[in-house]
């Protein structure tokens, strides 16, 4: 056969017997690669031409006995017209070249194996995985017709040859570690030379050395020998996945401001490659990932990679899923004016993303496909702008700040703050973060009795999406002045409802939801914490004394059963009380119910086991069109005392002068007695703070069965 100019091809030929017809088949080769020449068309006149497969192999079945003509052709190549004869019981081949001098006739391998003692065979291909130590013992089994093989020559997929003397039809060699993961990569061969040089055709071994899948580093896999099975495993090594976030945030943005927010999906996983070509790593596991203003989440990280071995190389593909849903409790510090105010922040963290594995880069990076989440139909949480993205964000972080401040122990200044910030990402299109925005509303309010004032509000809307926009101004330092007095309303009662003040005392916290889907009570283990009641008045004031292994409560219960029908009365509070004896709760219930409204409960026990409680109480039933000075001109002291045999409060006023008397306090002395003091203000001043209004502090003393008089205590001795 003629070939290209410097290059020596041979086409081999096997006869197979029969009557009056027979069969053949051939390899055509490059002579001076060893390798397969594939995809050649093969043609005798009066026959339909074949292609020679990935082996260069191919065969003609039921020709004539005799001579035959074989053509051989393939882009690139200029081939000559062979003569070949079809035998019985005999087989034979030749190998013509262009060449001036010609080599010795080269008989191919006649029934030959070339088998692994693990894991390929004839009819079993395998992958082993270039630079990954493995072992593997070879066996050829050589049939070359009337020549006698001295030596094979292995011809290793990198170029390089190793000989072996043989002695006989069979010869083994064991590519010890770490020879199967460095020969490079391509197929082994194996040609057979005889005494006088004569070579034959070279035989494929049934495996592909391949490099290990982009995106697994090949110095983490190792192979497991055990079984017949191969199989490449790899020790957890970290991919970045994506790293997205904005550094930055304008500093007047509450909570937010300064600080930094980012995504990072970086995190380890394991993956497992076969000797079938196919690779896979299963993702499982909370990553470390979400940064909101200094605080870290977890998210749940899920999905599989998968590489699969063709022709073109690997190709990769997979799904990865990532969910984020973390509540966060922290304390937090803030100033209101020069008032310093502690209070506590909840972060929820609530994500999702599923992406498409694409590819990998040569630095092992995974190209993604971020396939994008279409906004629900039906009402949502936000109107929706123009400028958004028409997609669901992918990162909802939501913040609820509630902390406060007292002020001359009778008003409490409340900052709250609630908002959402959203985040939408983007794969493969760059920047991946395509935008942030933070949408908040905060401010500060003050609460006396069950009035409240707003002091401020304030809301801010702010978005990056390659530049920003902002709304809103930062908070003023706190100030009221008696003028505001005014301006505090009646609070609103959302908290009513049906499952207003629900008791639940038996139950520790993880059955008492299971308790109000009728689910079996489960009595609580002692010393674990109990959560009394539930979705309770915001103002309730509890006081608490020990007596003995008994606790004493008391606390203020907006009653709904109180001039039903008039959504803002002022009359609805009533102090209630409870004891525990043996880790068992009594049902809540009024120590007197006189009709008016109740503030500012403190309890005590006593050494004989009885109990005190003070209070402050409205001196009547009030309209509902009180004002707050109104309200604070009405208020009295009441104390009550408890009888622990009988279990009943008999209650008693201590002050009726129509003037404001507020925030009471109690002690007791072992002896069984105690006393009570209070502030009074004869301006009916909540805050005290007017030179010609000045607080006075009075108080009584309980002798074991009768309080006194109120007295004054003196300025000179306050």
């Given at each position: 056969m003629a070939v290209a100019a410097g290059y020596t091809h041979n086409l081999?030929?096997?006869?197979?017997?029969?009557?009056?017809?027979?069969?053949?088949?051939?390899?055509?080769?490059?002579?001076?690669?060893?390798?397969?020449?594939?995809?050649?068309?093969?043609?005798?006149?009066?026959?339909?031409?074949?292609?020679?497969?990935?082996?260069?192999?191919?065969?003609?079945?039921?020709?004539?006995?005799?001579e035959v003509m074989v053509t051989a052709a393939k882009a690139g190549y200029n081939f000559t017209t062979t003569t070949a004869s079809v035998n019985q019981n005999s087989n034979s081949s030749k190998s013509f070249s262009t060449k001036q001098k010609l080599k010795q006739t080269l008989f191919p391998f006649g029934p030959t194996q070339i088998e692994g003692d693990k894991y390929f065979n004839e009819s079993r291909h395998c992958y082993f995985l270039n630079g990954v130590p493995c072992n593997e013992k070879i066996n050829v089994t050589i049939d070359w017709g009337s020549h006698t093989?001295?030596?094979?020559?292995?011809?290793?997929?990198?170029?390089?040859?190793?000989?072996?003397?043989?002695?006989?039809?069979?010869?083994?060699?064991?590519?010890?570690?770490?020879?199967?993961?460095?020969?490079?990569?391509?197929?082994?061969?194996?040609?057979a030379i005889d005494a006088s040089s004569n070579e034959s055709s070279p035989v494929y071994a049934n495996f592909d050395v391949i490099p290990p899948p982009q995106g697994i580093p090949a110095g983490s896999l190792h192979s497991n020998t055990q079984g017949d099975t191969l199989t490449y495993t790899s020790d957890p090594y970290v991919v970045n996945f994506f790293e997205v976030g904005l550094g930055g945030i304008p500093d007047d943005i509450p909570v937010f401001g300064g600080k930094n927010f980012s995504y990072n999906l970086i995190g380890p996983i394991s993956a497992t490659v076969n000797g079938d070509g196919i690779a896979v790593a299963q993702i499982a596991s909370k990553w470390e990932s979400i940064s909101v203003a200094g605080i870290e989440a977890e998210t749940e990280v899920s999905g599989y990679l998968y590489w699969v071995y063709t022709k073109e190389g690997w190709r990769p593909s997979g799904l990865i899923l990532f969910s984020a849903d973390a509540e966060l409790t922290y304390t937090y510090q803030f100033m209101i004016g020069y008032v310093p105010v502690f209070g506590t922040v909840d972060h929820t963290f609530d994500g999702q993303g599923l992406f498409e594995l694409m590819d990998w880069d040569l630095d092992g990076n995974p190209a993604l496909s971020l396939i994008k989440m279409p906004i629900p139909p039906g009402p949502l949480l936000w109107s929706w702008p123009s400028d958004w993205p028409p997609w669901m964000p992918n990162i909802l972080a939501g913040v609820e700040l509630a902390s406060g401040a007292g002020f001359a122990d009778v008003l409490s200044a409340e900052w709250y703050l609630g908002g959402t910030a959203l985040m939408w990402m983007q794969f493969p299109e760059e920047p991946h973060l395509d935008k942030l925005c933070i949408i908040l509303d905060y401010g500060v309010r003050v609460v006396a009795y069950i009035y409240e004032y707003v002091l401020y509000s304030n809301s801010y809307d702010w978005c990056f999406d390659g530049g920003a926009r902002g709304t809103g101004v930062a908070m003023s330092p706190l100030s009221l002045t008696p003028a505001d007095i005014s301006k505090f309303r009646i609070m609103g009662r959302n908290y009513f409802g049906p499952n207003y003040a629900i008791w639940a005392p038996a139950l520790p916290q993880q059955e008492r939801l299971a308790t109000l889907e009728g689910e079996e009570q489960i009595p609580p283990e002692p010393n674990e914490e109990q959560l009394l009641q539930f979705n309770v008045f915001g103002y309730s004031q509890p006081s608490i004394s020990a007596d003995g292994n008994d606790l004493l409560l008391a606390w203020v219960y907006d009653d709904p059963n109180r001039d039903p029908g008039e959504p803002t009365s002022i009359n609805r509070t009533e102090v209630v009380f409870s004891r525990c004896a043996d880790g068992n709760w009594t049902e809540p219930g009024p120590i007197d119910d006189d009709g008016t409204a109740n503030f500012s409960p403190r309890i005590v026990a006593l050494a004989d086991g009885n109990a005190l409680c003070v209070w402050e109480n409205a001196n009547g039933h009030l309209p509902n069109d009180t004002n707050l000075t109104e309200m604070a001109a009405a208020m009295e002291i009441k104390a009550a005392h408890y009888d622990s045999v009988s279990g009943a409060w008999s209650a008693q006023n201590l002050t009726s002068n129509n003037h404001l008397d507020r925030t009471p306090r109690i002690a007791a002395t072992d002896n069984g007695t105690a006393v009570a003091v209070w502030i009074y203000n004869e301006k009916d001043n909540i805050l005290g703070l007017d030179p010609n209004a000045l607080n006075n502090i009075r108080f009584s003393k309980w002798n074991g069965s009768n309080w006194s008089e109120p007295s004054t205590i003196p300025p000179a001795s306050a």
């Open positions: 081999a030929l096997t006869g197979a017997p029969g009557a009056a017809t027979g069969s053949f088949s051939g390899v055509l080769y490059d002579y001076a690669t060893g390798h397969p020449i594939t995809g050649a068309t093969i043609s005798i006149a009066g026959r339909p031409s074949v292609q020679t497969d990935q082996y260069g192999k191919f065969t003609f079945a039921s020709l004539p006995v005799g093989p001295s030596q094979v020559r292995w011809i290793l997929p990198n170029g390089t040859t190793q000989p072996d003397a043989v002695s006989g039809s069979f010869i083994s060699r064991t590519f010890n570690n770490p020879d199967m993961g460095s020969i490079g990569c391509g197929r082994l061969s194996v040609v």
